[in-house]
Nanobody
C-alpha cells in the first residue's frame, strides 16, 4: 500500500509562488510515474502535471511555463513549484502515483493513477 502525503499548500497573492511536496511511504517510489491533479469545488478533478520515472515531464496547457514538476527519488518525494499564480489556480491539489509499475511513459489520464494523497488547499487571492 502506497501512502502519499501532500504539503505546502496555503494562501498566496496573484503573481506569487508556492511549492507543493508529496512524500511517498514506500521505497519503490522510483518505479512509478507521478502526477499532480487539482479540483475546484463543483468541477471535475483535472490534470496539472506529470513526471516519468526518468524525469520527463508533461503539463496541462493552463499551467505550462508557470509550474514545474520534479522528483527526488532518494527522498521519495515529488514537487510542484508554482510560480506566477493566478486566482484560477485556486483548488485542492492532489498528487498521485501511476498504477503501472516500471511504466516508462507519462500519462495525463486520471484513471491510470491508483494511489492518491489527501490533497492540499491552494488559494490565490487577486
Amino acid at each position: 500500500q502506497v501512502q502519499l502525503v501532500e504539503s505546502g499548500g496555503g494562501l498566496a497573492q496573484a503573481g506569487g509562488s508556492l511549492r507543493l511536496s508529496c512524500a511517498a511511504s514506500v521505497r519503490t517510489f522510483s518505479t512509478s510515474a507521478m502526477g499532480w491533479f487539482r479540483r475546484v469545488p463543483g468541477k471535475e478533478r483535472e490534470f496539472v502535471a506529470a513526471i516519468s520515472r526518468s524525469g520527463s515531464t508533461y503539463y496541462a496547457d493552463s499551467v505550462k511555463g508557470r509550474f514545474t514538476i520534479s522528483r527526488d527519488n532518494a527522498k521519495n518525494t515529488v514537487y510542484l513549484q508554482m510560480n506566477s499564480l493566478k486566482p484560477e489556480d485556486t483548488a485542492v491539489y492532489y498528487c498521485a502515483a501511476d498504477r503501472r509499475t516500471y511504466y516508462s511513459g507519462i500519462d495525463f489520464r486520471e484513471k491510470e493513477y491508483d494511489y492518491w494523497g489527501q490533497g492540499t488547499q491552494v488559494t490565490v487571492s487577486s
